[in-house]
């Protein structure tokens, strides 16, 4: 599948006049249903493009297997409703996942890219995190080297104007790769599990993403085994307390030429 379509439209000044008529692409955002052993388990919405990636990245990010249990993804196109078609990605993995996954499918009753619906209780949303052993070694110029390459590496983004982009960067700034998607957790996503397929260890660099930095961002940056997360937008005060808990360092509101360092963690 495609990532973006064109739409026609009118361009509109405030002030009056004539309208101009304009074509603008627009990213693709399609239900993407993963089963795992043929269990339905939740339908996303995405971008259909690296959808091997975002599978693999989710069920790292859900603790729902290791990269090593993780077999072939088979991807199939399926609907042909009023709002078009999806995709159905089907997974396999070892039986002694099987019993974790039914529990937690008969609790899910909705999902959203976050991975918050429909999870069971308070505790269950904010079980502890796993402790990071190593602290980052990025230096602020290493940091806006790499902000001010991210859009060259953005061509869906450039396109549309309208995905987001996460970005796996090495110490020294350098962008190895990148992952776009119109919703952040799913860029995230796709970005962990291109990592893991590529056997890369997250610990060894550090992730950008041209969104806020939510917990949901965290948790996963966290469990992906990274060191520092740079955001373009502030942090919520859940982020940074659950960031400080982990031993994530986080850099926010990161521009062209500055940065903001959180040193306060809220606890």
Not at 104 to 109: D, E, F
Request: proline share 4%; glycine share 8%.
């Amino acid at each position: 599948m495609i990532g973006a379509v064109p739409i026609a439209m009118e361009r509109r000044a405030y002030t009056g006049g004539a309208a101009e008529k304009v074509s603008r692409s627009v990213p693709l955002e399609v239900p993407i249903a993963i089963e795992t052993n043929g269990i339905a388990y939740a339908v996303m919405m995405a971008t259909p493009l690296d959808v091997a990636d975002f599978v693999t990245g989710f069920l790292l990010s859900e603790g729902i297997a290791t990269a090593s249990e993780i077999g072939l993804i088979d991807c199939h196109e399926t609907g042909g409703a009023e709002w078009g078609t999806g995709l159905i990605a089907r997974v396999n993995l070892p039986p002694h996942r099987l019993e974790p996954i039914m529990d937690r499918a008969r609790r899910r009753l909705g999902d959203s890219s976050c991975g918050i619906c429909g999870i069971e209780s308070v505790e269950a949303a904010l079980r502890p995190l796993p402790k990071l052993t190593r602290a980052t070694l990025a230096t602020p110029a290493a940091i806006g080297r790499a902000v001010a390459a991210l859009n060259e590496h953005q061509p869906l983004g450039r396109e549309t104007a309208a995905t987001h982009a996460a970005a796996f960067c090495a110490e020294d700034g350098t962008v190895l790769h990148v992952r776009e998607d119109v919703g952040r957790h799913n860029a995230l996503d796709k970005l962990i599990g291109a990592l893991a397929l590529a056997g890369l260890n997250c610990s060894e660099g550090f992730i950008v993403m041209t969104s806020r930095c939510s917990y949901e961002l965290v948790e996963k940056a966290v469990r992906a085994g990274t060191t520092l997360l740079v955001t373009i937008s502030a942090p919520t005060d859940l982020a940074v307390r659950r960031a400080a808990a982990a031993g994530l360092a986080l850099a926010v509101v990161a521009r062209d030429d500055n940065m903001l360092w959180v040193t306060d963690n809220g606890l």
